[in-house]
């Protein structure tokens, strides 16, 4: 391995160390409380070689924002290859759930975990912004066949992410507690057939 290739490596893995270190203190104290420092200290790194990666805690949220987009858009375009939208559009709702099952932590990152947004458009967010439109093309496609003709796609929209959405928090919260006698994955799997058979009627 030559110099450049060696220094490419190393700043590669400096990156990931502090994601994963920053995921953690984010998780623990939310993003008001976490600071450069606190990241720094978590890693066993200086405060101030933190700036030569990312200029604030801001970047660096935004990074693990959006690594836990572009890994639920992934899997979701897996069901590209399906062609009837209305099947896609269920199924996309059940890997919606496996990814909060599978990676709680990015889900509460990208869901849960509040940041000031100053610019809901900035590079960080754009690609929340996909995932949206990826979900509002699958409703769009089922209104050209016929199906949802008369709802607005995108109040239709929102109700199917809210829907999938309040099942997957309930989840990474530990609010399902109440429910004495079911797993949490009976009560994620079942609630969503359930939701899935009303739009069967619709």
Do not use: W
Request: hydrophobic share 40%; with cysteine.
């Amino acid at each position: 391995m030559g110099i450049a290739e060696r220094k490419l490596k190393e700043k590669q893995e400096m990156h990931k160390r502090i994601l994963n270190g920053a995921r953690k203190i984010f998780l623990e104290k939310g993003y008001e409380k976490t600071s450069m420092r606190n990241i720094a200290a978590e890693i066993s790194y200086s405060q101030g070689s933190l700036y030569f990666y990312y200029k604030d805690k801001s970047e660096i949220f935004h990074e693990l924002h959006k690594e836990g987009f572009r890994l639920l858009l992934t899997q979701l375009k897996v069901l590209d290859k399906v062609a009837d939208p209305f099947e896609r559009l269920k199924a996309s709702g059940r890997i919606f759930i496996q990814f909060a099952q599978e990676n709680k932590d990015y889900y509460n990152l990208m869901f849960i975990v509040d940041e000031p947004v100053k610019d809901a458009l900035s590079e960080g967010f754009q690609i929340a912004e996909e995932a949206i439109s990826y979900m509002k093309g699958m409703v769009q496609e089922c209104q050209q066949k016929g199906r949802f003709a008369d709802m607005d796609t995108e109040y239709f929209t929102f109700l199917i992410i809210s829907v999938v959405h309040g099942i997957c928090a309930l989840f990474c919260k530990h609010r399902n507690t109440s429910f004495v006698g079911k797993t949490d994955e009976e009560l994620m799997a079942n609630g969503y057939e359930s939701f899935v058979a009303l739009l069967e009627k619709s």
